[in-house]
């Protein structure tokens, strides 16, 4: 059983940054990034492959936002910089033993958090 707690959610201006945090406890997955809006599906933002730390990401936060994981704390990141409010949503962390950009890749799930972006 894989447990994940993220942290580092808040509200911030237009342009500024944050960086999320997802400690995984148990054994180590591929790590995903996913987000929701309101009244909108949930959407992916990348991943990361633990063993060599390949990441892919949606086209929407590539060049903005960067995923890494430090090995040793078994603790995965979601750096975001030059936030726009329509970044605004719950983001999620994932795991898994595959990789790929589908929710249903994934087999654990954190509890998820805020992130607000003002314009």
């Known amino acids: 059983q894989v447990q994940l707690v993220e942290s580092g959610g808040g509200l911030v201006q237009a342009g500024e940054s944050l960086r999320l945090s997802c400690a995984a406890s148990?054994?180590?997955?591929?790590m995903g990034w996913f987000r929701q809006a309101p009244g909108k599906e949930r959407e992916f933002v990348g991943a990361?492959?633990?063993?060599?730390?390949?990441?892919i990401y949606a086209g929407s936060v590539k060049g903005r936002f960067t995923i890494s994981r430090d090995n040793a704390e078994n603790t995965g990141y979601l750096q975001m910089n030059n936030l726009k409010p329509e970044d605004t949503a719950v983001y999620y962390c994932t795991a898994g033993r595959r990789l790929g950009t589908y929710d249903a890749t994934y087999d654990y799930w954190g509890q998820g958090t805020q992130v607000t972006v003002s314009s």
């Open positions: 990361i492959r633990w063993s060599d730390a390949y990441t």
């Open positions: 148990g054994r180590t997955f591929n």
